[in-house]
């Protein structure tokens, strides 16, 4: 089945509201809100990044691992927002007025559109590990060839070699394009799944249009992801315990004001 009979089976899309900047300082102002009303469910909920990061680190003493650290790092933006599912369902509950106990963030799986999230999620992780393969091509093309004997070698023949420079130039804009599309595709759509019951390519072009609508809002809405995820991996990712279930929680609330109740 096509996309476009797909979504012609369904409900009309959502109508798209025009943001501003005023409505991301308030999304982020509420997804605080919310990690501070439920604080020890969301670092709960997100707690796989940091642990993740620190495993990765960990494998920084073999050189094998090296060349994918800042891939692997990056790529959690890549499928943060499929992750964020349950946080999502937390701010909806909370919004409500509802319990939002740690418990119900897995009430996502109850959820009537719970397969077209699965679907969705999927196509996340094909354009996460979509992302590595281009990564370690990248880095075989430039780098890789230096056949560096450590991991000291290899950030020193990252930050001082004119190949270094190379995958660091053409690493973050090939690292650019996949995050475009990648928040073409989610910015808007799972919030959208788990708030009302349309396809998975309703929801995919829901979010297209929210960002072709809004475009100078959502370019600052990424910058705002990138610099927040950039700050909490500095110290070995564990700020990621507390910028991700923030940000999962504005995502919400961004959605509430594209789209609306």
Not at 56 to 72: E, H, K, M, R
Not at 186 to 200: E, T
Not at 220 to 240: C, E, K, M, T, Y
Not at 255 to 261: C, K, L, N, P, Q
Request: proline content about 5%.
């Amino acid at each position: 089945m096509t996309i476009v009979s797909d979504v012609e089976s369904h409900a009309p899309l959502p109508a798209i509201r025009r943001i501003g900047f005023a409505d991301l300082r308030m999304a982020l102002q509420s997804g605080l809100a919310d990690f501070r009303d439920i604080p020890s469910y969301a670092v709960f909920l997100c707690l796989f990044y940091p642990v993740a990061g620190l495993l990765i680190g960990g494998f920084l003493l073999s050189y094998d691992i090296a060349p994918l650290l800042f891939p692997l790092a990056a790529g959690f933006a890549l499928i943060g927002p499929f992750a964020a599912i349950g946080l999502y369902e937390l701010s909806r509950r909370r919004e409500l007025g509802m319990d939002s106990s740690w418990e119900h963030a897995f009430d996502v799986f109850r959820s009537p559109a719970r397969w077209s999230i699965l679907e969705l999620g999927m196509l996340m992780l094909a354009i996460f590990f979509a992302w590595l393969l281009v990564a370690q091509w990248l880095y075989a093309d430039t780098v890789g060839r230096l056949e560096p004997r450590s991991a000291g070698a290899f950030f020193r023949d990252v930050f001082t070699t004119s190949a270094g420079w190379r995958i660091i130039v053409w690493g973050n804009l090939v690292g650019l394009v996949f995050a475009v599309v990648s928040m073409c595709i989610s910015v808007i759509s799972f919030p959208l799944l788990l708030d009302r019951n349309v396809s998975a390519a309703a929801a995919i072009l829901t979010s297209v249009r929210a960002v072709t609508e809004n475009p100078k809002a959502m370019a600052a809405w990424g910058l705002i992801v990138a610099a927040a995820l950039v700050a909490g991996s500095i110290p070995f990712l564990l700020g990621l315990a507390v910028v991700m279930p923030v940000l999962g929680h504005a995502t919400w609330h961004l959605y509430r004001r594209v789209i609306g109740a």
